[in-house]
């Protein structure tokens, strides 16, 4: 599914700035910096990540964020075992 969805997206036509502007003004900004949280999560594979999620998120893992694709061993969806969350770095 996800592989049929960026083949679709790579076929469209490149946006012009006109459209572009219309659809950020729909979307409204984008999410500063400062409304992410940063979390050190381990995965079920036993790898550590550090991951990004909205500040209104309790915790990294639940609904479909309960998962990450590991990038040392591969392992995809890796769920998300135990998770602390990172603060002062950003
Ligand atoms: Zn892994």
């Given at each position: 599914m996800a592989d049929w969805v960026?083949?679709?997206?790579?076929?469209?036509p490149p946006?012009?700035?006109e459209k572009f502007r219309a659809m950020q003004e729909l979307l409204g900004p984008p999410?500063?910096?400062?409304?992410?949280v940063r979390w050190r999560v381990r995965l079920y594979c036993g790898h550590v990540r550090d991951v990004r999620?909205?500040?209104?998120?309790e915790r990294p893992a639940g609904g479909i964020t309960d998962h990450e694709r590991c990038r040392e061993c591969g392992l995809d969806?890796?769920?998300?075992?135990?998770?602390?969350?990172?603060?002062g770095d950003g």
């Open positions: 960026q083949r679709q997206v790579a076929k469209a946006w012009s700035d999410p500063r910096p400062a409304e992410f999620r909205s500040r209104g998120q969806p890796s769920v998300i075992v135990a998770f602390e969350p990172l603060v």
